[in-house]
């Protein structure tokens, strides 16, 4: 049995920038792991569409549903807020159309709007005489809380939308078999996962590139308890945000009617992008 040489994992763990999907960028290099070295790919592929605007439905010559958000995600050197694929009201009756209005353009913008801000300030710091380390360590956690937010909403958006069969297909279903049993056990557990979080978080499935593995993660507000080089898949939103306007506290009821609206094309797209992306950054997997 051949394991691969730690050098061969060290190149290949700071995924954010073979994804380079404009959240590769300053922001999540400080919250990555090791920096680049020999054997990473030179530069971000071309996931830019310019002027393309997400649709539904299957990956085109523009990239996937994913890839295409998260080209908007990042523009000119700034985070931007992504459109909705979908108008506010797509996922009625799951989810209202005010919700989705409020958690979109409010609550989003407001991650986008605090990490372009944290990075100015980070900036303005190294500029200075002397780094404070007061300061620092508040920059240091709004660029993780709000790279967390922006990366996680960009996902979640584009992994819903209306009129869905509800269960997946293609590669990710036989992942999703072969690692958690079936899709129902799956589902059960991620169940648990999300309405368990205590206070503001997010459960989310998340695709592990060195292991090629699928992980379900709860994750405490946008960034606590995830592994470095873990990509989002499939995020669920179980801050109150979300759903207390239609669900009150009934977490557990938004939970339930969130599988409706789960876009599983889109994420089998954007798992069988991942997967691309791992083979060509030659991250290597002892006996296979
Ligand atoms: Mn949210």
Redesign the pocket.
Known sequence: MQHPTRREVMTSVPVAAWLGAGLSGAALAQVSVAPGREGEPEQGPDVRAPGGMPGGGRGDARGSLVQRMLAQAYQNDQYHLPALPYPYDALEPHIDAETMKL?HDR??QSYVDGLNRAISHEKQLQAGAEIDADRLAGIQRDLSFNAG?HLL?TV?WAVMGSGQDNRPMGQIAEAINAQFGSFDSFRNLFTKVAVGVKGSGWAAMMYEPVGDRLFIYQINEHDAHLAPGAIPLLPL?V?E??YYLKYGPARAEYVQAWWNVVNWNVVDESFQWMRTRRQEAAIMTAGR
């Open positions: 958690h609550h989003h937010g909403h979640f939103d801050w945000h979300a």
